[in-house]
Structure formats: structure tokens, C-alpha cells
């Protein structure tokens, strides 16, 4: 019986493994099945746009028919169970799938780190579903405003996610005239934390020159549906802040999906362990992108980023069908090529591979972000494709 392998996510990790896979696989070796929700890809690092003009949606959406190849098959439905004794998979359409090999490809969802009220009424950001009722919700609050009482939004987390929101909220202020003011609270020192200096301080010029309000160095310790709370403890009253629409982007941790699949998973991320090679302490289970703590030597694992998502999706296509064969497995190691986010309408580019300066903005930040979603585009799918998509980027 020719070997059955089953990807599951349409995310980066998991349409670049298809691709990679079908590419390198011969005639005969493996039959694929591709599992996920959606029909489609979603360019998630992009999903932010959605917010200022959903027009975009068709740009940012691929349907996996242009992944795919016809010999593939799909099936769409959401995993409810992966019984790895028996090597199946279930989805919530009733469906059991037999696999032989299987990666895990399932992406991440937000992390609420417990804080009292915030899950209950926070947008985030993680789909098209997102990005649409953060934009109702931001029109609706305009509309009620006054230039005297304008709108409040807040954005919790002022990392990549967090940052690229406020700018889009900021851009659809400026286009409309709305009255909005704009919050972006960051619980640690500064915005982008972690990072070089250079492009934090970057990112907040850009930011404030955008109207954006940013407050670092307080954590959000909970909200109710009419305002935040930073700081307190202590005997000290924490600080309240007030909002009509919140969106939280501080984190992430393993989908609910992963819960009862028997394979070791960090207990506080549910994130599932992988070496190098993507496998995990079951040797017929592959694990990639933000569903993996990706074993890079020493203490380090691959970031959860797209960037990484793509690299490691070649490879990991590839050992798939290198395990349909009985080959031996290649090794992954992410290789940073530098970082590009976007405010609204301007960018800012830090350390990319290539570049002589170190972090710049302006136009060649700006047309190197369109250029990087579009090259993705093009990969997955085709090259007019991501010509189409540049000007939406």
C-alpha cells in the first residue's frame, strides 16, 4: 500500500510543507492528504490590512486548490482528534483519516497569560474572522464619536502583531477623519521587546508620528467591557484605562486541538517539542511552525515567526517524503533575515541580509515589505498572483 502522509494546517508551515513535499516526492512514494479549516492560505503577517480596507481579503487569500496538486487530496474540517496508536486523525465533520506520517501544522492561538476579563473582551488577531469585526467594531465606535469625545482603541501587546494593528487603525483614521484616539500599551519597557535599540526606537517614531499613544513599563492585571486596568499590586490601585474597542496581541500558546495527543509538549505553551528535523517523541509525528519549540542547539528554538515558518516548511516538506522512502532526515536551522514592519502606510527594515544600513524606513522599507508578502504569494501559488498582490501589501 503506498505510504499515507497527512499534513494539517494551511498556515506557512503547513502549505509550504505540501508545496515542498509534492515537489520533492516521485511518482508512487506517497499519497498526501491535506487537513485544515479553512480552504484556504491566509498571508496571516498581512491579516493587519484586513483592518484598515477588507477589500484586501482577496489579496491575502489563497485557495489551496493553487497549492495543491490535483493528484492531493483535501479535506476541510477542523482536527478534533489524533489517536497516534492508531495512526488517525478526525475532524469534526466526522471524518477518520490514516496516516503513516503526520505533521502538525496547526499554528498557534492567542496567549491571555490568565488575566482576569481580558479573553471575554478583547478582539485578536489571528484570522480574516479577526481582522473583519476589529474593523465593524472600530467603524461602529467612529461613528459614535465626537471630535470632542472621540473613540478610544487600545491595543494590548506592542510586539509585531501589536504594533502593525495601531498603525492600521491609524491609516484608517487619518483616510476616514475619524475621531480616534489610539493606545498601545506595552507591559514591558518598550515597544518590540527584546530587540535592538535602533529599531525600537524606530518603531516608536514612527508610531508617535502616526498619533499613536504608546505606554510602556505597567502590564495589563485585567479588564471589564469598559476599561483596562495597568499595573496595581501592592497595596496600589492599578491604573484604569478606558476603551471602546480592545485587541490584545501579547502572545501565544499551543492550540486546544493539541491537549490529548500523546506527545511531549511543553506544559506551559502546549507547544509540541521537534528536533531539528521536525520529528517529535513520536517517530510517525512531525511538528513545524508556531506548533513547535523547534530544537535549535542549546536552550534556543526556532521564533515563531513567518520568516521562520517558510524556511523550515522547505525542509520539512522534504523530509516527509524522504521518510515515505526510508531516507534519512536533513536538519533545519533558522537563519535570520532580518526584519520588516509595517506602521500604516510606512515601514521600518532592520538588519536585513544584503542591506548596508542597518535600519532605515521611507520607501525602500516600504516597497521591501510589499515585495517580501508577494514573493510568499508567488512561491505558494504563482508569480501573477503576487504581482497582483504587491499594490495591497
Known amino acids: ?68 496538486s490535483d493528484e492531493s487530496q483535501f479535506v476541510q474540517g477542523r482536527v478534533v482528534d489524533v489517536d497516534t496508536d492508531e495512526r488517525t486523525v478526525e475532524t469534526d465533520g466526522e471524518e477518520t483519516i490514516e496516516y503513516d506520517y503526520l505533521l502538525l501544522a496547526i499554528g498557534s492561538t492567542t496567549a491571555f497569560f490568565g488575566i482576569d476579563g481580558l479573553k471575554e473582551h478583547a478582539h485578536q488577531l489571528k484570522s480574516l474572522e479577526d481582522a473583519r469585526a476589529i474593523h465593524e467594531d472600530v467603524r461602529e465606535a467612529a461613528g459614535n464619536a465626537t471630535r470632542s469625545e472621540p473613540a478610544t482603541v487600545v491595543v494590548g501587546g506592542a510586539g509585531l502583531s501589536g504594533i502593525q494593528t495601531a498603525g492600521e487603525i491609524a491609516e484608517y483614521r487619518d483616510k476616514h477623519r475619524a475621531p480616534i484616539d489610539i493606545t498601545l500599551v506595552e507591559g514591558l519597557d518598550e515597544v518590540f521587546p527584546g530587540n535592538d535599540p535602533q529599531i525600537q526606537g524606530a518603531l516608536r517614531q514612527r508610531l508617535e508620528d502616526a498619533g499613536v499613544e504608546i505606554l510602556t513599563g505597567d502590564f495589563i492585571s485585567k479588564a471589564d467591557e469598559d476599561a483596562v486596568y495597568l499595573g496595581g499590586g501592592d497595596d496600589e490601585e492599578p491604573e484604569e484605562l478606558g476603551y471602546d474597542v480592545l485587541i490584545w496581541t501579547g502572545g501565544i500558546t499551543g492550540q486546544e486541538e493539541l491537549d490529548a495527543v500523546e506527545i511531549e509538549k511543553d506544559d506551559r505553551s502546549n507547544r509540541v517539542f521537534a528536533e531539528s528535523d521536525f520529528t517529535t517523541s513520536d517517530d510517525r509525528v512531525f511538528a513545524i511552525g508556531d506548533t513547535a519549540l523547534i530544537d535549535q542547539g542549546g536552550d534556543d528554538v526556532a521564533p515563531p ?10 525542509v520539512a516538506g522534504e523530509n ?3 521518510a515515505a522512502r526510508g531516507a534519512p532526515l536533513q536538519s533545519w536551522q533558522h537563519e535570520d533575515k532580518g526584519t520588516v514592519i509595517s506602521v500604516g502606510e510606512e515601514a521600518v527594515a532592520h538588519d536585513v541580509v544584503g542591506m548596508p544600513i542597518k535600519t532605515f524606513g521611507g520607501t525602500p522599507a516600504k516597497l521591501l515589505k510589499k515585495a517580501i508578502a508577494s514573493r510568499w504569494i508567488a512561491k505558494v501559488s504563482s508569480t501573477g498572483r503576487g504581482v497582483s498582490a504587491f499594490g495591497d501589501m
Open 1 to 68: 500500500m503506498t505510504t499515507q502522509v497527512v499534513v494539517v494546517g494551511s498556515g506557512y508551515a503547513g502549505s509550504g510543507a505540501v508545496k515542498a513535499f509534492e515537489d520533492e516526492v516521485g511518482a508512487g512514494e506517497a499519497e498526501l492528504t491535506w487537513i485544515s479549516e479553512h480552504d484556504y492560505h491566509l498571508v496571516l503577517h498581512e491579516v493587519h490590512r484586513a483592518i484598515r480596507n477588507p477589500a484586501v481579503e482577496d489579496s491575502i487569500t489563497i485557495p489551496v486548490g493553487e497549492i495543491m
Open 305 to 314: 515567526t513567518a520568516q521562520a515558518a517558510w524556511q523550515a516548511a522547505a
Open 320 to 322: 516527509l517524503a524522504r
